[in-house]
């Protein structure tokens, strides 16, 4: 190869080399371009994109309070719930004591009474029905007696006969 030659294809290398320069200089410019144009972009959205994110921060503080103040009512509520059923427990337990109570005590006036009236049925029956049926034994002997006696005579066989069947 000669000088020449060697000139020339050097020359050609480096106007290639001094092309792929342009090529790469001018698509860097261009990227640059594109670049501003989205920064010029992001700057415009940048505002709303922070207002957007002040808007949801209070939305999220404000959410938080009102998730806990809803849950201190809660609580609160269920705290008052909770002392409302123990004490309706509490007088529901009371009340079925003194109920069971009251029951026992009738229970018991029940039992005495009947003890009463049958004390009274037997001491009746002792003192009142006994004497009136002995003395009503005593006037059926005296009446039996009168009438034998006024009848007189002896008694004929068929009356004989009548008052035995009605011992045997």
Same mark, same amino acid.
């Given at each position: 190869?000669?000088?020449?030659?060697?000139? @020339? &294809?050097?020359?050609?290398?480096?106007? +290639?080399?001094?092309?792929?320069?342009?090529? $790469?200089?001018?698509?860097? +410019?261009?990227?640059?371009?594109?670049?501003?144009? +989205?920064?010029?972009?992001?700057?415009?959205?940048? =505002?709303?994109?922070?207002?957007?994110?002040?808007? %949801?921060?209070?939305? @999220?503080?404000?959410?938080?309070?009102?998730?806990?103040?809803?849950?201190?009512?809660?609580?609160?509520?269920?705290?008052?719930?909770?002392?409302? #059923?123990?004490?309706?427990?509490?007088? @529901?337990?009371?009340?079925?004591?003194? %109920?069971?109570? $009251?029951?026992?005590? #009738?229970?018991? #006036?029940?039992?005495?009474?009947?003890?009463?009236?049958?004390?009274?049925? #037997?001491?009746?029956?002792?003192?009142?029905?006994? =004497?009136?049926?002995?003395?009503?034994?005593?006037?059926?002997? &005296?009446?039996? %007696?009168?009438?034998?006696?006024?009848?007189?005579?002896? =008694?004929?066989?068929? $009356?004989?006969?009548?008052?035995?069947?009605?011992?045997?």
């Amino acid at each position: 190869m000669t000088t020449e030659q060697f000139y @020339l &294809v050097a020359a050609i290398g480096i106007g +290639i080399l001094v092309l792929a320069f342009l090529v $790469q200089t001018g698509l860097l +410019i261009v990227m640059a371009r594109a670049a501003r144009a +989205i920064k010029g972009q992001l700057e415009h959205l940048s =505002p709303r994109a922070e207002s957007l994110m002040d808007s %949801a921060e209070k939305t @999220l503080a404000d959410s938080r309070k009102q998730i806990s103040e809803v849950t201190a009512k809660a609580n609160a509520v269920l705290d008052t719930t909770k002392n409302q #059923v123990e004490k309706t427990s509490g007088f @529901l337990t009371e009340a079925t004591d003194r %109920a069971r109570a $009251q029951l026992d005590r #009738v229970e018991l #006036v029940l039992d005495d009474t009947i003890t009463r009236v049958h004390q009274t049925a #037997v001491m009746l029956n002792d003192g009142v029905l006994r =004497p009136l049926r002995e003395l009503n034994g005593i006037v059926a002997g &005296v009446r039996g %007696a009168v009438a034998h006696l006024l009848r007189g005579g002896r =008694p004929d066989v068929s $009356q004989a006969t009548t008052d035995e069947e009605m011992f045997i």
